[in-house]
């Protein structure tokens, strides 16, 4: 038999210790300490999967929010070495309802609360998660803290609800350096190497690589602050490369200047481009459309979205707080030709893909690498495929 | 893609009578069909034979046939109503193999009728094992998607050479086109193999088995799938068994969302059920595949698909508040899923997943004290009769209120029984053996010090839940060590969903004295909101449950509220029948002006659909769970009252603890309820008017009981004190029969006596539904049996008007009833059961409420009594309807006009469902312990045809030619002459066995003599026996009534395989004289071609007009 279990050793005591959850407008809740205790400040934002929260966690876009799980029962299949998106966790904080006492499932290999706790994650659990999901639902994102350290569990909550609103807000905050690669790495093809693709890290999935180089594009994932040239020094025979794409990732998306400077360098050059989430709003702004907060936000995957072109739904894996600002039906000028939008939200109308009508880019807001999630968006990385085909220079033309 | 605009009429197939495997899911996911049918402007045609529905309900269609779902019926409604279309993918099997034999017969070609929903190739595909197989294997590899390796045979010689190309047993052996694993089952030998495969063989229309390597232990799951025309697909939910693979899923704990898989395997799962509906092609509906999961490595078997909504779908509708049937049938008709709004957000579009904050757990209800001959252990083979749900923000919470939603006296955990009784070793060799009350033993085995990878290893249930069962314990534990109740722990029990009477019986006080500790303390659950998105947006509808959680969701009202109760878990004796008068109450008062509040636990029915009643509190039906609903209703706003009495039993034993808590009971009060079951006072009652009872007493003893039974006489009934639906009750005919029924079937104590009645030999028994407002009563309908007297009324076929009865006994009839109606103080329904025997009306007994009979006389007299009831509770009087015209002026069910229609109603029964321990199916004799699980209307102008219509649709047609065998008990013979000879005259050959042969050759009925079991052949004979002729299928009817004397004894067992055999092989079998004569006028009308189809709407039309 492979489960495990934790017999004894790992079994919280009951009650756990206390821990609380103060909001930047006053609203207090109290529960047990889950993973790391101390004390952590951030934003606090609901994500609804009722799976993958391995995945969730390990995901860079998470960097500075806390992470409220709408789902119960969170850990009861453990941590694997497999369904990691990145090197770490990086949720600053992270709350449950019932966090799983044992663990059950044949790749597992150790405990979520482990995880949480060598990572210093600090969390929280035995809170009204729903509650807690209804008043940001209602009042929209905010700061928060959890903290398990006695001077702030014992007595007045007002100290630490102070503390919370000298914290800065997520509107205006980058997160980039943190999360992106130190240096660049090669994510080589599956199989022939048809294509080579630069990808600009600014908090990359683990699986969006893989998703690539299955499709025999070799990834060369490049720091965030990566230059043009360094973009176009990805290729054989410093021909550059034959598409550029750029991920998810954490923070204001108005924050991100460089990056947005160096996409506009890259349509001027019509290189096939392809973005996923902050990399859609990177498109978006170097076309010349603003970002704006959500509410609220979409992190869940269970997001209908429609493609336009198609008229087919599709049941994405989302993350974002920000989205691109841009009119729903017909196109918009940009410099490098008209545009339009090519995705939508069937929840509330929210702008989920764009494109340039005839230039060789297209992004999405949503998550076709899935993880956690659903696969239908998986075509959109053919579609990526198939750009840079129809796009490429002869000597990269796919002969087969 | 919009609406279709070239269908405007849509013929819709129901489901038929309740049976084991298909229940009220198909009235609920039927009911919400044609509701949205209706609203989209189509023409409703709808076939069904069960009257017990609320989709047969007149306004939920054009035009109602409750008519037998056989191909020759629907046909002939077909040529009637000349629908555009056939959706057959919302009445379960019975429906979908009804259009799948009308496409084969050429009906649907021949009158222009398309097949929605899921075409016949898709419905082939998806069914036939071998098409799916290869369908399976040609998903890319990479999604990791197999079959259990099978063979298919189609004779038990293939059988037995499949084995070995399997690699031996076990083998799980699965009979194709067959209805909730009806004819499965696993076999460990080549003796199981005969025993299943020869079944399954004889069931399977297509005489087709397959057998397949055994993936008993696996983890399994369901995924709920939905497509619409332009192939966008959703998963609505998915479910986990918290009993691996090798219990059908009907009969497993399950559990929504499934909780132990990573993301990685649950979105393979989902890649996979995507794929399937796209290869199999159900283009517009939902369908449900389930899976096992090795649990020792991942790997994934596609166990099967069902092409059309099913169980699992009323379920997941009612885990996640997503409508399948309703989206189902939306898509039907062409519109796509994301044209389609989401009832509860009423913003986002039905083209999204549904996500849940809080977790469902969903138990069986077993009937195996019915059938106690009958094998518990649980196989692929469902044998549940209900089942209750529960939703609660953790899985220990939403377990323990889903055990005491059963309302069985002891399925909660219990920890009153000391340790030291507990003995880890055999508790582990029981648990082994899947089967009803297992989940309490793995508890126990875990207390006396069972290990978790013990109970794994015996059992293969999931690690993840059985740490649950150990917490649970540890809290247990925890209740039993503390010095006192501490707030902390209190609160802490509550969140794992203790019961206030579980906390008592651990910590030695009532359950009342809990109560009151606890609301001193203020701890009180709250109510969460169903609302398919984790409270992402905003919640329109009220679908609440209750949680000890920090805040709750119940919005404040203005209007008054009534709350109903409803009946709970399915059961034998109480089932939809009650969730129909309940329904109907929601129905009545939201009409005038209330707020309808429900509560119920049962997943199944049309009462927890949240577009039913204003309010809906997904609860168990305990007194601590209803009176927190009152309370938070009453934090709400004004509320009128609670009505017990349309829920059967369930509400009904809650009235005197919801009164003594204050709450207002509308209608009946519980001392009138009490005065009604009280024998003494009713006694009393029946005394003032002039009424007589059956002698009878009330025994604390077997001393007591004897001295009774000399005193009134042999033969006597007998049964425990307050039961439903017959439970332990028996014809007891001799002193030692009823010292052996004393030690056997029942405990007596002071607390606990026995009722021993005289038993009246021949009587004819007559039920009567009524009304009464405190003035005056409105007979609601008056229905004699078919049988005699002795086989219970919920078994008995009767019909309406009764056919035998003058005007002066309905009169009589009419008298009695209001006597007693005021007598015992009713203010609503009250049936009561009369026999007429010698001339004296004798009353056997009076229930004030709702009976199972209430949907079958509102429909046989185009009456609502519930609806009429539920208003006569809130205060209107019987005149004040009759003015509205609500209920008819002039008349009353007992004053129906000459030319009115007869209705007969037949039960079903499921004794195809159960085996012995030796392999056998259980005996099928009627007696008065009710049994059957369903019922079926037949609907004409005379008896004979009426009664031939209820034979049709209940199970196995009337015959109109071929053999009748015929072997009655003596005291029957006399009985048999004239029927006998009457088939005789009618062209059938007669068979009987010697003794019966005898006397209807003295009567000039010729009669083939074939020999019993047990006899010898005589000379010249033919050597097989009346067994053999029957698994020959050379038999078309079967006279058999029971030589012995009392159940269970062996003059009985006489006949007992010879019924058997009839059951298997599907052949009438007819157990009473008196079933005869009605089976003989019966074929008498079909042989004359007399039975035509008409709808209610036509009859209510005919009705009204005379």
């Known amino acids: 038999m492979t489960q495990t279990h934790e017999a004894g050793s790992s079994r919280r005591p009951a009650p756990g210790t206390p821990a609380v959850l103060v909001l930047e407008d006053g609203r207090t809740f109290r529960g047990e300490s889950f993973g790391a205790q101390g004390t952590t400040i951030a934003e606090i934002v609901f994500a ?130 943190d999360v992106t690669t130190p240096e660049p790495y090669v994510v080589p093809a599956v199989g022939e190497r048809r294509f080579t693709v630069a990808a600009v890290d600014l908090g990359i999935k683990g699986m969006t690589p893989r998703r690539l180089a299955e499709r025999g594009i070799e990834v060369h994932v490049l720091p965030a602050s990566s230059t043009i040239d360094d973009v176009l020094a990805v290729g054989a025979d410093g021909k550059g490369p034959d598409g550029v794409f750029m991920s998810n990732g954490p923070g204001d998306p108005a924050t991100a200047d460089h990056v947005v400077g160096v996409l506009r360098e890259v349509l001027e050059r019509r290189i096939p481009y392809f973005g996923i989430c902050l990399g859609n709003q990177m498109l978006g702004r170097a076309l010349g459309r603003g970002t ?50 090519t995705h939508v939200g069937l929840n509330d109308q929210v702008v989920e893909g764009v494109a340039l009508v005839d230039g060789p880019a297209f992004s999405v807001q949503y998550h076709p690498e899935a993880a956690a999630g659903p696969h239908d968006a998986a075509y959109l990385f053919d579609r990526f495929v198939q750009l840079m085909t129809d796009h490429a220079p002869d000597h990269a033309k796919v002969t087969d | 893609m919009p609406k279709r605009t070239d269908i405007s009429s849509i013929l819709v197939i129901g489901s038929g009578p309740i049976v084991i495997g298909q229940a009220c899911e198909f009235d609920y996911s039927g009911t919400q069909a044609c509701r949205v049918l209706r609203e989209e402007g189509i023409r409703v045609i709808l076939v069904n034979s069960n009257p017990a529905t609320i989709m047969t309900d007149p306004e939920f269609a054009d035009a109602t046939y409750v008519e037998p779902i056989t191909p020759e019926f629907v046909e002939k409604v077909i040529a009637k109503e000349r629908p555009d279309a056939l959706l057959a993918t919302l009445g379960g099997q019975t429906a979908l193999n009804a259009a799948i034999a009308l496409d084969k017969a050429g009906t649907l070609e021949k009158y222009g009728v398309e097949l929605i929903g899921a075409s016949v190739e898709a419905i082939e595909k998806g069914e036939n094992r071998e098409i799916f197989k290869r369908i399976v294997e040609g998903l890319p590899k990479e999604w990791g998607a197999e079959v259990a390796r099978s063979v298919i045979c189609h004779t038990m010689d293939e059988c037995l050479a499949g084995v070995d190309q399997l690699g031996g047993y076990p083998v799980v052996v699965r009979p194709s086109f067959t209805m909730g694993g009806s004819g499965s089952g696993l076999a460990y030998d080549e003796e199981d193999l005969h025993r299943i495969a020869g079944s399954g063989l004889a069931l399977s229309p297509t005489t087709e088995v397959l057998l397949e390597e055994s993936i008993l232990g696996w983890k399994e799951y369901e995924l709920e799938v939905m497509r619409d025309t332009a192939d966008n697909v959703v998963i609505v939910c998915s479910i986990e068994n918290f009993d691996p693979v090798g219990v059908h899923t009907g009969d497993s704990i399950t559990v929504a969302p499934a909780l132990t898989l990573t993301d990685v395997e649950y979105q393979r799962l989902r890649d996979i059920s995507l794929g399937v509906i796209r290869e199999v092609g159900v283009d517009t509906g939902g369908c449900n595949i389930q899976f096992a999961v090795n649990p020792e490595n991942g790997r994934i078997v596609v166990i099967e698909m069902n092409p059309r909504v099913s169980r699992s779908s009323a379920l997941a509708s009612k885990a996640t508040g997503f409508p399948i049937a309703k989206i189902a049938a ?54 549940s009769v209900g089942e209750a749900m529960a939703i609660g923000r953790s899985f220990t919470e939403a377990l323990q209120k889903a055990l005491r939603s059963l309302e069985r006296p002891g399925a909660e955990f219990d920890w009153s029984k000391e340790w030291v009784e507990l003995d880890k070793a055999s508790l582990l060799e029981e648990i082994r053996r899947p089967h009803d009350g297992r989940l309490k033993k793995v508890m126990d085995a875990i207390r006396a010090g069972a290990t978790p990878d013990e109970i794994f290893e015996a059992t293969s249930i999931d690690p993840w839940f059985v740490d649950q069962l150990a917490l649970i314990n540890e809290v247990a534990t925890e209740l039993i060590e503390a010095p006192e109740l501490s707030p902390a722990l209190l609160r802490r029990a509550k969140r794992h969903g203790f019961s206030d009477a579980q906390l008592g019986r651990i910590r030695g006080m009532s359950a009342d004295v809990v109560r009151g500790v606890r609301h001193a303390l203020g701890v009180r659950p709250v109510y969460k909101t169903v609302d398919t998105c984790a409270a992402e947006f905003e919640a329109r509808t009220p679908y609440h449950y209750s949680s000890y959680d920090e805040e709750t969701e119940v919005e404040p009202r203005e209007t008054p509220a009534v709350l109903v109760l409803g009946s709970g878990p399915n059961r034998i004796g109480q089932g939809i029948e009650f969730d129909y008068s309940c329904v109907h109450a929601v129905q009545a008062l939201s009409g005038v002006g209330y707020e309808t509040v429900m509560v119920n636990c049962n997943p199944e029915t049309v009462s927890t659909d949240y577009d039913t009643a204003d309010r809906l509190y997904f609860e168990p039906l305990t007194l601590e769970d209803v009176l927190e609903v009152v309370h938070a209703e009453q934090q709400a706003g004004p509320v009128a009252g609670v009505i017990v009495q349309l829920g059967g039993q369930t509400p009904l034993g809650l009235a005197a603890g919801l009164e003594a808590a204050g709450v207002p009971i509308v209608g009946t009060q519980p001392s009138a309820i009490d005065l009604a079951e009280e024998r003494g006072a009713f006694g009393q009652v029946l005394d003032a008017a002039g009424l007589v009872a059956p002698r009878s007493g009330m025994a604390t003893t077997f001393e007591h009981a004897r001295q009774i039974a000399d005193e009134i006489g042999y033969p006597v009934l007998v049964r425990p004190s307050y039961v439903l639906g017959g439970r332990g009750m028996e014809i007891v005919y001799d002193e030692q029969t009823l010292e052996e029924y004393i030690s056997r079937a029942t405990e007596i104590t002071p607390e606990r006596p026995v009722l021993v009645d005289r038993f009246l030999d021949d009587a004819i028994e007559i039920d009567v539904d009524a009304l009464f407002d405190g003035e005056e009563l409105f007979l609601g309908g008056v229905m004699e049996h078919i049988e005699e007297a002795g086989v219970h009324s919920g078994d008995s076929a009767c019909a309406l008007p009764p056919i035998t009865l003058g005007g002066l006994e309905v009169d009589r009839i009419r008298e009695a009833t209001e006597a007693i109606a005021r007598g015992v103080g009713v ?70 006009p000459d030319d009115a229609p007869i209705a007969v109603k037949e039960a079903v029964m499921p004794f195809n469902r159960f085996r012995t321990y030796e392999g056998t199916y259980v005996d099928t004799l009627l007696g008065p312990e009710m049994r059957s699980t369903g019922e079926v209307m037949g609907f004409d102008t005379t008896f004979g045809t009426a009664f031939a219509k209820s034979q049709a649709g209940a199970q196995n047609g009337l015959p109109t030619s071929g053999k009748v065998f015929v072997s009655v008990a003596n005291r029957d013979k006399r009985h048999m002459i004239f029927p006998i000879k009457r088939l005789a005259d009618l062209g059938f050959e007669i068979l009987a066995t010697s003794g019966t042969a005898v006397v209807l050759a003295r009567n000039g009925v010729q009669a083939t ?65 008196q079933g005869l004569a009605a089976a003989v006028q019966g074929i008498e009308a079909l042989l004359e071609q007399r039975v035509g189809v008409r709808s209610l709407q036509d009859w209510a039309a005919r009705v009204t007009a005379s």
């Open chain 2, 1009 to 1073: 003599v074939i020999r019993k079991l047990h006899e010898t052949p005589l000379p010249g004979q033919e050597p097989s026996t009346i067994v053999d002729k029957i698994r020959e299928q050379d038999v078309d009817l079967i006279i058999n009534t029971p030589h012995g004397i009392s159940a269970g004894t062996n003059a009985r067992m006489d006949g007992y395989e010879i019924r058997t055999a009839a059951v298997a092989e599907g052949i009438p079998c007819i157990t009473t004289v």
């Open chain 1, 48 to 177: 609804t999967g009722m799976t993958g929260y391995q995945e969730t966690l390990t995901d860079p876009s998470y960097r500075g929010q806390i992470v409220v799980m709408t789902a119960p029962h969170i850990g009861n299949t453990g941590v694997n070495d497999e369904d990691f998106e990145s090197r770490r966790v990086w949720v600053d904080g992270y709350v449950v309802r019932d966090p799983s006492r044992v663990r059950s499932s044949w790749r597992s290999n150790r405990s979520l609360d482990d995880l949480l706790t060598e990572q210093g994650v600090v969390g929280i659990s035995a809170v009204d998660t729903r509650a807690l999901t209804r008043h940001l639902r209602e009042r929209g994102s905010m700061r928060a803290a959890i903290s398990s350290e006695p001077q702030h569990v014992e007595g007045s909550l007002d100290a630490l609800v102070a503390l919370v609103n000298e914290a800065p807000s997520m509107e205006g905050s980058s997160f980039l350096d």
């Open chain 1, 292 to 341: 704006y907060k959500l509410k609220y936000g979409h992190r869940g995957i269970n997001q209908p979205v429609q493609d336009r072109t198609t008229g087919k739904v599709e049941i994405t894996s989302q993350n974002h707080g920000f989205a691109v600002d841009a009119p729903l039906d017909g196109t918009f000028e940009t410099p490098y030709g008209d545009a339009h939008v």
């Open chain 2, 330 to 383: 939306k898509v039907a008709i062409g519109y796509t899923l994301d044209e389609i709004p989401n009832d509860i957000t009423r913003e986002t579009p039905a083209s999204f997943e549904p996500t849940l904050d809080y977790v469902v757990v969903k138990v069986p209800r077993f009937a195996f004290e019915k059938f106690p001959a009958a094998d518990s252990t649980l196989t692929t083979h469902m044998k």
């Open chain 2, 827 to 896: 203010r609503g329904l009250v049936n009561i059961q009369f026999a007429l025997s010698s001339d004296i009306l004798y009353v056997i007994e009076a229930n004030p409420r709702a009976s199972r009979t209430v949907p079958f006389v509102s429909k046989a007299t185009a009456t609502p009594l519930a609806k009429a009831a539920a208003r006569i509770m809130l205060g209107e009087s019987i005149a004040d309807l009759r003015a509205e015209g609500l209920l008819p002026t002039g008349r009353d069910g007992g004053r129906l």
